[in-house]
């Protein structure tokens, strides 16, 4: 039973948002009650993981947080001679996500690291999974690392990206803003928590429009960019090289 998140349940005085030790604790609340679809995200990723992946290639999870992506993905592999690349810049979440591989059993080696995705070496890859990791990046450094990740992809390979979505306009963000803070809401969250929590991301968590994701990575070589989910402002999209 995962822990409940009471992070900003308190007034505080609200400090830039980290994956500390504390968020580690709580995470996977904090993640089923603030993104809608969450868990369907995640299971489809596998699945798309498992139609994708080449024989003898990596699928890599950059951004792995605690591995959700990363079990997903192990459980849907067919394909022989695979493996996966989990990689995080939080110590606390690796420390968790090597603890949580641990406990289900699979032929499929996984390989934990502790590093910054934007430095990490990328080859011989049918599979890239980023799921709600690009908003951390600074947007200067997107394209770049979308880059990178294309030219690491085999021919017929796939970026697999889900990202929170700024709306195309200011009206239409607003909307979207009000209609995830009542889903929030819905799953048991104060206003003082919305706000603090909101307060606490903003300097964090830079979004980018539908159609900004797409055209960069159009721009980068994909040659197909397909958006398969989306519930208010949550996205998730697959792009084949």
């Known amino acids: 039973m995962s822990v409940k998140d009471s992070i900003y349940a308190a007034e505080q005085q609200v400090k830039d948002f980290t994956f500390d030790a504390n968020v580690v604790e709580v995470f996977p609340d904090m993640i089923e009650r603030s993104v809608p679809g969450y868990a369907t995200i995640v299971s489809t990723l596998g699945k798309l993981a498992g139609k994708y992946a080449q024989p003898h290639t990596r699928l890599y999870d950059l951004?792995?947080?605690?591995?959700?992506?990363?079990?997903?993905?192990?459980?849907?592999?067919?394909?022989?001679?695979?493996?996966?690349?989990?990689?995080?810049?939080?110590?606390?979440?690796?420390?968790?996500?090597?603890?949580?591989?641990?406990?289900?059993?699979?032929?499929?080696?996984?390989?934990?690291?502790?590093?910054?995705?934007?430095?990490?070496?990328?080859?011989?890859?049918?599979?890239?999974?980023?799921?709600?990791?690009?908003?951390?990046?600074?947007?200067?450094?997107?394209?770049?690392?979308l880059?990178?990740?294309?030219?690491?992809?085999?021919?017929?390979?796939?970026?697999?990206?889900?990202?929170?979505?700024?709306?195309?306009?200011?009206?239409?963000?607003?909307?979207?803003?009000?209609?995830?803070?009542?889903?929030?809401?819905?799953?048991?969250?104060?206003?003082?928590?919305?706000?603090?929590?909101?307060?606490?991301?903003?300097?964090?968590m830079r979004t980018d429009t539908l159609s900004a994701h797409i055209e960069r990575l159009q721009d980068v070589g994909f040659s197909q960019t397909q958006v398969w989910y989306q519930c208010f402002n949550f996205c998730s999209m697959v792009a084949i090289k």
């Open 63 to 145: 951004g792995c947080s605690l591995g959700a992506v990363t079990l997903s993905m192990r459980r849907n592999l067919t394909q022989s001679g695979c493996e996966i690349v989990a990689i995080d810049n939080s110590q606390a979440m690796v420390e968790r996500c090597r603890m949580h591989l641990q406990g289900f059993r699979s032929a499929v080696p996984v390989d934990v690291q502790l590093g910054d995705i934007l430095d990490a070496k990328l080859e011989n890859a049918s599979v890239v999974a980023m799921n709600f990791t690009m908003q951390f990046i600074p947007p200067e450094q997107r394209h770049a690392l």
């Open 147 to 204: 880059t990178r990740i294309f030219n690491a992809l085999k021919p017929g390979g796939v970026l697999l990206l889900s990202e929170k979505l700024k709306g195309e306009n200011a009206d239409v963000d607003e909307l979207l803003i009000d209609l995830h803070h009542d889903f929030k809401r819905a799953n048991g969250y104060s206003e003082l928590e919305i706000s603090q929590k909101r307060t606490a991301i903003e300097n964090v």
